[in-house]
């Protein structure tokens, strides 16, 4: 009766050792924010947008010169100076918001762009790697609960994508 059970249980282990699969996780975070490319991105975005950050600047510094020179000079000044530095000053404020804003939304727009690409370079090295160590699944880090430390291959994609630069 012991050697049957015996018999049976490793009929039915042997399908499941045949089928063992291995797994491995990346943590898109750490990789993201190691990736050499990060910086090169941040140093061309920079350059790409420098005048229009400094521009929309100098106009936050204005305003606040007016706002200095309303407080400082407001009880000397007569009522016309003061409806046209209010005026001046509603107008920046103005302008300043609307540039601010489509600063802030060509900002974004680009950093997405730029993130997308590098999504699309994370997304080959992990295929890569997955391949040649024949991994049959690779899960986002934040998708598991546990997972051994061998298995976590951020390390790999962030090394191979910085040689790849």
Same mark, same amino acid.
């Given at each position: $009766?012991?050697? *049957?059970? =015996?018999?049976?249980?490793?009929? =039915?282990?042997?399908?499941? $050792? &045949?089928?063992?699969?291995?797994?491995?996780?990346?943590?898109?975070?750490?990789?993201?924010?190691? =990736?050499?490319?990060?910086?090169? +991105?941040? #140093?061309? =975005? #920079?350059?790409?947008?420098?005048?229009?950050? &400094? &521009?929309?600047? #100098?106009?936050?510094?204005? $305003?606040?010169? $007016? +706002?200095? #020179?309303?407080? *400082?000079?407001g009880a000397l000044m007569n009522d016309t100076q003061k409806t046209e530095l209010v005026r001046k000053m509603e107008s920046l404020k103005s302008e300043f918001q609307l540039k601010g804003k489509a600063l802030d939304e060509d900002m974004r727009r680009r950093q997405g762009e730029e993130q997308n690409k590098l999504l699309v370079l994370v997304q080959k090295a992990i295929n890569t790697i997955a391949e040649k160590e024949q991994y049959d699944m690779v899960f986002q880090r934040g998708a598991v609960i546990y997972v051994k430390p061998t298995a976590d291959i951020s390390g790999k994609v962030v090394e191979a994508l910085s040689k790849g630069k």
């Open positions: $009766m012991v050697n *049957r059970a =015996l018999v049976t249980l490793s009929f =039915l282990a042997a399908p499941m $050792m &045949a089928n063992a699969q291995s797994f491995a996780v990346v943590d898109m975070g750490e990789v993201f924010e190691q =990736l050499p490319q990060r910086e090169q +991105i941040s #140093k061309s =975005l #920079k350059s790409e947008f420098g005048d229009r950050v &400094a &521009a929309v600047q #100098k106009m936050q510094e204005e $305003m606040r010169t $007016m +706002i200095e #020179k309303q407080q *400082r000079d």
